[in-house]
Nanobody
């Protein structure tokens, strides 16, 4: 079994910064994509950013230039640096990963439990 555990969320004033971390543990043979999604109250879950195993990044258009995703494969960790935060960034942030679960390369999607980010204006 694999677990993804997020940390780093909290309350921050508009214009401030937060850094989210997500650590994966369990039966892991590697990772394909890793990333972050978010869900605000009353809204659908939406993509924040994805980083591939090769380091290629994809961001939601509205977040380019403010958020930076990175990963450390030796630590089974993906990060999200969030700068110039706005009240509309308030949401639960979920870590996501395509985890390789055996030596043949099979993979499964896993999600974290979420960490709340609240930006006060």
């Amino acid at each position: 079994q694999v677990q993804l555990v997020e940390s780093g969320g909290g309350l921050v004033q508009a214009g401030g910064s937060l850094r989210l971390s997500c650590v994966a543990s369990g039966r892991i043979f590697g990772f394909n994509d890793m990333g972050w999604y978010r869900q605000a109250p009353g809204k659908q879950r939406e993509l924040v950013a994805i980083i591939t195993s090769g380091g290629t990044t994809t961001y939601a258009d509205s977040l380019k230039g403010r958020f930076i995703i990175s990963r450390n494969n030796t630590k089974n960790t993906v990060y999200l640096q969030m700068n110039s935060l706005k009240s509309e960034d308030t949401a639960a942030y979920y870590c996501y990963s395509k985890v390789i679960t055996d030596l043949s390369g099979r993979w499964r999607d896993y999600w974290g439990q979420g960490t709340q980010v609240t930006v006060s204006s």
